[in-house]
């Protein structure tokens, strides 16, 4: 779950652990949450504006070649007729436009060694 790894005190570079574990294959699926601040004092936020680059997980995962599934985890509520569901809805069609993007996204901003793969 990248909000429950990126609200840990003390976590290390969250980008650092999706790549790692990408790479070696272990990610089973991904829980794609985001998060503001850390516990005790931390939030859950839209995908799109907390604390975690979506954007650069996607980079990460489409650089390692991760074929898994991802699902959105929990999403805040909308204020509207059906709460939940708009939420749910929100939360898959920003999934879906990065993951139908990722070729247009560019290299990964956190990985120095992406363009000597991409060169070899």
Excluded at 58 to 74: A, K, T
């Amino acid at each position: 779950c990248l909000g429950s790894l990126q609200e840990m005190p003390g976590a290390d570079d969250i980008y650092d652990h999706v790549r790692r574990f990408a790479r070696r294959g272990r990610i089973g699926y991904i829980h794609f949450r985001n998060v503001r601040g850390k516990v005790p004092r931390y939030h859950e936020t839209f995908v799109d504006d907390g604390d975690i680059d979506m954007a650069e997980i996607v980079r990460i995962l489409r650089d390692e070649n991760y074929g898994g599934v991802m699902i959105p985890d929990h999403t805040p509520e909308m204020s509207c007729d059906a709460p939940w569901h708009a939420g749910k809805a929100f939360a898959l069609g920003y999934m879906r436009a990065l993951v139908q993007n990722a070729a247009a996204l560019g290299p990964s901003r956190t990985d120095q060694s992406t363009d000597a793969r991409r060169q070899a």
